[in-house]
């Protein structure tokens, strides 16, 4: 049943990506965070989970159909970075003799993400991007709910969202996004805001990544005084500097005092029992660490010397937990370079108008958060992303034509 719900969902979104982008990226959004955990959208076929594969494929094949919309260099100069790094890492380990192409085509699941990225920039002239903004604040504040009422004892618990006996969301990054869109000038967020963003505080610190909720309370008082200041420019480069210096190491600060408490332990062990197991992994990539490995699979002949099956974390040569680590996996230190790149200047063209403050701190936050959970290698991440550099492009372009 639940199969069938879903292939009649991804023909549905093969409709809405040709017809109405708008009404494609609500649907895709929640297809990929379950319908709020409601509706598993997995699609297993020969032991491939083929729903992440097809969403995506939809989504870069209407851009392909479309990509006379892309008017601007910069666009088409982003799409064709990241179609590189794709074509990259399915043939590095092809080259390497480490795995043949299917495993490298399967290896490249969650990269396939930034598909919806290229999707996002090629119709960001037909997105109505309230409505997305205020379908990710309706996501996020339905997750900071399902943590709220599970931390006091209310068993509800999704399906898709069972993790050991608890609740993980999968998306918490929802949350901070979602707290910096309704405390940002664009938000049509009045009424209830201040409730909203208590909410999302708490959902975001229930949910257990600590660093998102260290840099979230750091970055919400850092957007007031940005904004209040809009046009003294060099006071704005200087609470930058001091947001990215102070978001990048807030979360250390933050882990010491969690994990002195006995709350904690748990949580604690898990951290250092990966820290030991991620050995390995750290060898290899010293081994090549200018170009990487590419996407490797878990069944790449490559890994079958060092995969311990006795722990999950050593079934696989990703990063989940580290994510400049995982890039240097993956492209090696001048790809992961090359790759900070894009959202980097994109960071810095946004500053031209101040409606993009949102999505310029939320690239700043993912840039720090990023040190301790791979928000650009995988969907949690990518997706906002997705909106956050669409809807600044669609702003420079609207600045450019004022200005003209």
């Known amino acids: ?118 999707y996002m920039i090629t119709f960001k002239k037909s997105i109505i ?27 509800l618990v999704p399906i898709a969202y069972i993790k050991e006996g608890t609740i993980q969301c999968h998306y918490d990054s929802f949350m901070p996004f979602a707290l910096l869109y309704i405390n940002s000038p664009i938000s049509n967020i009045k009424k209830h805001k201040f409730i909203y963003t208590i909410l999302l505080l708490l959902g975001t610190y229930l949910g257990g990544f600590f660093s998102l909720f260290a840099t979230s309370i750091l970055l919400l008082p850092l957007q007031h005084i940005i904004i209040k200041n809009w046009n003294n420019k060099s006071t704005i480069a200087l609470l930058i500097f001091i947001g990215l210096i ?15 408490s006995e709350t904690f332990t748990f949580q604690k062990n898990a951290y250092e029992s990966r820290w030991a197991v991620n050995e390995f992994r750290w060898e290899l990539i010293d081994k090549k660490y200018e170009l990487g490995y590419g996407f490797i699979h878990n069944s790449s002949h490559f890994l079958s010397f060092y995969i311990n099956e006795d722990t999950p974390y050593m079934r696989t040569f990703t990063f989940i937990d580290s994510g400049y680590t995982d890039m240097m996996g993956k492209f090696g230190l001048i790809g992961t370079i090359l790759f900070l790149l894009i ?14 403050i949102n999505c310029v701190l939320f690239i700043l936050q993912l840039l720090a958060v990023n040190a301790t959970w791979s928000v650009f290698t995988y969907q949690m991440g990518i997706i906002l992303l997705a909106i956050a550099y669409s809807f600044i492009f669609s702003n420079i372009k609207q600045l450019q034509y004022e200005n003209s």
Do not use: W
């Not at 991007?129 to 068993?155: A, E, H, M, W």
């Not at 600060?253 to 994990?259: A, C």
């Open 246 to 260: 102070i978001t990048s190491l807030s979360y250390t600060f933050l882990n010491k005092e969690i994990n002195s």
């Open 1 to 118: 049943m639940i199969i069938a719900l879903n292939i009649i969902i991804l023909i549905y979104l093969t409709f809405c990506a040709f017809t109405n982008p708008n009404r494609f990226v609500i649907v895709y959004i929640l297809f990929h965070t379950s319908f709020l955990g409601f509706i598993p959208n997995d699609i297993i076929l020969f032991n491939i989970e083929l729903s992440t594969f097809l969403s995506n494929i939809i989504a870069l094949t209407a851009s392909i159909k479309y990509r006379k919309r892309i008017e601007d260099k910069t666009s088409r100069y982003i799409i064709y970075i990241l179609l590189l790094f794709f074509i990259y890492g399915i043939l590095k380990p092809i080259y390497d003799g480490n795995q043949n192409f299917m495993l490298s085509l399967i290896g490249s699941k969650a990269y396939t993400f930034y598909f919806f990225v290229i």
């Open 129 to 155: 991007y309230n409505k997305i903004f205020n379908t990710v604040l309706f996501i996020g504040i339905s997750f900071s709910v399902l943590y709220i009422i599970n931390s006091i004892g209310i068993k």
């Open 343 to 356: 959202p980097i200047s994109i960071f810095i063209k946004g500053f031209n108008n101040k409606k993009n």
